[in-house]
């Protein structure tokens, strides 16, 4: 292994929201093992997704672009092969890249720089997902949210999402071990991306059972009457059909218990990662990242899952552990997703990378190394999915969030004075010159009329492509793991003691005489 390049581990979990892990201050969600990581670690305290969509936020995850650069508007758009990602500069700096789990990339490209991919993923690749924003009041019923996950949370010991974190582990860990038994000297840089905590709010009982149910804290905002809610807001309670459901203290008591049940039990995978890499001696040479594409609302406001700018849909953790390189820090500077990129680039050789093109997302190596934090450090969102009519943005600079989209009014929150965004301040005296002056910096970076046209366009030609493309024989993207079992295990071609000794892990004594 080189002792030049650090292995690197990015672990990615869904809908997961920075304000329900104690490392962010939460007093009853269980996580040893992240805690571990978080003391030993850098904390990004003010860390967002750039679009609070699955499919749209690793893209700007893996590309360090927001949504309008790299094209992925939504859980249906096609994720271009030509854009650069982490993995391929990662490739080019002589890393073995590879990402067992959940992507969400749409398309006939699964790799996107990846030399390896263990599993399929949990969500289709193809535009079946597409919205279409000139039907602003219709509900798409077979693929939208709605709150069966909520009149339906409890106890499970199999799910589709269990089944499929259950297999994205083992193999991480398993090619953690290839890595140390079979690799000729190359680092490692391993993504693996879980489908938990994301609803649906089902858990298995030794997980569910480090709860009492009498201990979940119900919402610190309780729901906001539909007609004071911000337009957005209602377009999301339209959207999940929230009106639809008597939606009672206990369903919400009972999806917040099975949310955090699952939340540890993402933490016990975390934790198996890092006994394996422990084991394999590996541990120490490793920089390992925990991050997530969006929160989730989990009823705050009376509202569910994401597709906000608000706290708990955008705001998700971001711990970056290398005891080696980094001092145990915390860092207050808002940051988004698109700055992994250039700062996976660069944690690779500890330099300022020479990227391809210009990228949204900025490095974040000065500060893991210790650098003076900037008050005026600004991170961008943009949102141009289901619930939306226009696009969608948000600034966030110091305490302050701006949210904006022309047809709606302005948000602004000081969440210094106000952390649960109760108090938009855009049309009071003192947030006058604040409002102009993030209107400005939003029209100078986006625009939105541009966007607006081009994801128009893009949904209509995409239902048209999906309509077309299952009729008649329909040859599926989702990608289909490739394991050759002539290579596996022992077999003829090879010889059976060498094979059982290159295999074994530590390995045997030599044998006298």
């Given at each position: ?97 590879c ?10 490209d ?25 039907k ?56 693996v ?40 807001s ?16 206990q ?6 218990h ?101 990228v ?7 500060l ?24 969608l ?34 049309a ?15 029209k ?70």
């Amino acid at each position: 292994m080189s002792e030049r390049l650090p292995n690197i581990l990015l672990i990615v979990a869904d809908q997961l929201a920075a304000a329900f892990l104690p490392a962010y201050g939460h007093r009853l969600v269980k996580t040893p093992n992240l805690d571990g990581l978080a003391e030993k670690g850098v904390v990004f305290e003010n860390f967002y997704s750039p679009s609070p969509l699955c499919a749209p936020a690793r893209a700007s995850l893996m590309s360090g672009l927001l949504p309008s650069n790299h094209g992925v508007f939504d859980n249906a758009a096609e994720f271009p092969s030509s854009v650069p990602t982490f993995a391929h500069y990662l490739r080019l700096q002589g890393y073995r890249t590879c990402l067992s789990g959940k992507m969400h990339f749409v398309g006939p490209d699964q790799l996107h720089g990846f030399e390896e991919r263990l599993t399929t993923d949990i969500y289709p690749a193809d535009f079946g997902w597409t919205p279409d924003w000139s039907k602003p009041h219709e509900r798409i019923d077979w693929w939208y949210h709605n709150m069966t996950s909520v009149k339906q949370a409890g106890i499970a010991e199999i799910t589709n999402q269990l089944e499929y974190d259950d297999e994205v582990t083992f193999l991480a860990i398993r090619r953690i071990y290839d890595h140390v038994r079979y690799a000729k000297g190359e680092p490692l840089c391993l993504t693996v991306s879980f489908t938990h905590p994301h609803d649906p709010y089902a858990a298995r009982a030794s997980f569910w059972n480090l709860y009492r149910d009498e201990d979940i804290d119900l919402p610190r905002v309780k729901p906001i009457p539909y007609a004071d809610l911000d337009p957005h807001s209602r377009r999301l309670h339209d959207a999940g059909a929230i009106n639809e459901y008597d939606i009672t203290d206990q369903d919400v008591r009972s999806s917040r218990h099975g949310y955090y049940a699952n939340i540890s039990y993402v933490d016990s995978l975390v934790g198996k990662l890092l006994k394996a890499l422990e084991t394999c001696g590996l541990l120490d040479n490793t920089i390992v990242a925990v991050t997530s594409d969006h929160g989730d609302f989990l009823g705050e406001r009376g509202l569910w899952y994401k597709m906000s700018f608000l706290e708990h849909s955008a705001r998700v953790p971001f711990i970056l552990s290398a005891e080696k390189l980094f001092r145990p820090r915390r860092v207050r500077d808002a940051a988004t997703l698109c700055d992994l990129m250039p700062t996976l680039c660069d944690l690779a050789t500890q330099r300022e990378s020479r990227l391809a093109r210009p990228v949204d997302g900025r490095s974040l190596l000065p500060l893991l190394k210790g650098a003076s934090e900037d008050s005026q450090a600004t991170a961008f969102g943009e949102y141009l999915a289901e619930g939306a009519i226009a696009p969608l943005y948000m600034a966030r600079r110091g305490s302050y969030k701006f949210i904006h989209s022309e047809p709606d009014p302005d948000q602004l929150f000081d969440l210094a004075n106000d952390p649960d965004e109760l108090t938009n301040i855009a049309a009071t005296a003192a947030g006058a010159s604040l409002v102009q002056e993030f209107r400005t910096l939003l029209k100078r970076r986006f625009d939105a009329i541009e966007t607006k046209r081009k994801v128009l366009e893009s949904q209509k030609i995409r239902h048209l492509l999906f309509a077309a493309l299952r009729r008649g024989h329909y040859f599926p993207w989702d990608f289909q793991p490739l394991r050759d079992a002539s290579e596996q295990y022992t077999r003829n071609h090879m010889d059976v003691t060498d094979r059982d000794l290159q295999s074994r892990f530590p390995k045997p004594p030599e044998i006298d005489g």
